[in-house]
């Protein structure tokens, strides 16, 4: 028996699993992740505050202070606009990922007003302006792909992302040419910035808050109840059914990265114009790319990538502090330990969707029949002549044919056998006639030579 080897180690998909169950997974691999972390830094750190003085640090660096928390605030708002920015096209499976272009042409757009126009012109209506032209801005360069993508099926990950370097050095360009001189950074513009809603850091945060929770219920409204939002996750599904139906698929494309340009072009314009009332290359933040990672973990709903945005930048903060509080001097320590908790929350999805099985057994593996004929009895046959083999098969023929027609008699009706019988003894007797003729012939002729000899002795 031949053995079929089986894997040591199998994967499977489980069936859809509660929802507290899979909250209960992702917090145990988060929690996991800090304590791994918490050991690593307390054991190297030169300045150590033991194992609970790295946790003081994690949350004191997000929510020490108030200045603190509400930069806390304005940076998840932040975060949340581009990564709903970009759900918009991922739910039709158009990945865009040029949210850092866009959001840099919202910010040089939105930079040019301020600097051409401000002082100039009455406030409101640089305000106004300052709005349509980075929202315009961030259309325009999100529509560029789309166009292309419909009519000509490029690659949008790559034209999307090409865009982002265009984007880059065209705000590199621009602030080079406002200020030739110095480093080359440009400073605060001091006219036509957005009012403050209140005193301090809270007043300067509260409108990209507001703006955040009002675009997170406008684009969860939109997804969920519209006819476009119907027609988005249609041609996410298949594009020829939404031609089935009716649906021009180049027109919502066009229409859909038009608003996820938008999007990304609004928060250009609440970086410039209300945070940092300036421009430069690194205004982004990246907030492209990890509204691409928000997007997925929140699996492409807004309710749940507005926590995934909050968790995300009190680690980036938090761990900020842990490293100044333990006494590392490089920032990129604090990137590492983040990277390595994303690692274990996003690992922690493959098990929430797979489930892995073990073959401990020390066989492992199952038989299979063999249908081959054992040495014996091929050498037994071999050993034949090919005489006796004839004089084996002849009776073995004759018994086979016997038996069938014993058999197909038993079969056939009485009234069909006794006619069989019949034709069969009509067959017979012209042969029988013929025997008996010569047998009479045969009779006579020995008379005679009889006769013929009782002659001659007389």
């Not at 006819?227 to 009716?246: M, V």
Request: charge should be neutral.
């Amino acid at each position: 028996m031949e053995r079929i080897k089986e894997p040591f180690i199998h994967i499977t998909k489980r069936e859809p699993m509660p929802l507290w169950k899979s909250l209960c997974i992702r917090f145990g691999a988060v929690l996991i992740a800090l304590i791994i972390c918490a050991v690593f830094i307390s054991a190297s750190a030169p300045n150590s505050k033991g194992f609970f003085g790295y946790f003081g640090s994690l949350f004191s660096g997000a929510f020490g202070t108030e200045r603190r928390f509400w930069l806390l605030l304005q940076q998840t708002g932040l975060l949340l606009c581009v990564a709903l920015a970009l759900v918009v096209a991922f739910r039709m499976k158009f990945w865009n990922l040029g949210g850092n272009g866009q959001v840099l042409m919202g910010c040089l757009a939105c930079a040019m007003c301020m600097y051409y126009l401000g002082g100039k012109t009455a406030d409101p209506l640089v305000w106004l302006l300052m709005l349509i032209a980075s929202i315009a801005a961030g259309a325009i360069w999100a529509v560029i792909p789309a166009i292309f993508k419909a009519f000509f099926n490029t690659n949008e990950s790559l034209f999307t992302l090409m865009m982002n370097y265009v984007a880059l050095y065209l705000v590199a360009f621009f602030v080079s040419h406002w200020y030739p001189e110095g480093t080359g950074a440009m400073p605060p513009l001091t006219d036509a910035n957005l009012p403050s809603l209140g005193s301090g850091q809270a007043g300067r945060s509260l409108l990209t808050v507001i703006v955040a929770i009002v675009v997170t219920a406008l684009i969860y409204c939109y997804l969920r109840f519209t006819k476009h939002g119907y027609e988005i996750s249609l041609i996410g599904d298949s594009k020829n059914t939404a031609r089935y139906a009716g649906i021009s698929v180049k027109k919502v494309i066009i229409r859909t990265l038009i608003l996820s340009g938008a999007l990304c072009g609004l928060v250009g314009f609440l970086l410039v114009g209300s945070i940092n009332h300036m421009v430069s290359t690194s205004m982004d933040g990246n907030m492209g790319f990890t509204g691409i990672m928000v997007a997925w973990m929140g699996k492409f709903n807004p309710l749940i990538m507005a926590g995934i945005s909050f968790f995300i930048n009190f680690l980036s903060r938090g761990m900020a502090q842990v490293c100044t509080d333990f006494g590392f001097t490089s920032e990129a320590l604090s990137d590492i330990v983040v990277g390595l908790i994303y690692f274990f929350f996003i690992g922690c999805e493959f098990f929430i969707v797979y489930k892995v099985h073990f073959n401990f057994k020390k066989h492992h593996g199952r038989e299979e029949p063999a249908f081959s004929m054992d040495a014996s009895s091929e050498d037994s046959a071999s050993e034949q002549t090919g005489a006796e083999r004839e004089e084996t098969e002849k009776p073995a023929l004759a018994d086979g044919m016997e038996a069938t027609k014993s058999e197909s008699t038993k079969t056939q009706h009485p009234k069909e056998t006794e006619q069989i019988q019949q034709s069969e003894l009509e067959a017979d007797a012209p042969e029988n006639e013929g025997a008996a003729v010569k047998a009479g012939e045969g009779k006579k002729t020995s008379r005679k030579k009889n006769a013929r000899k009782a002659k001659e002795e007389n």
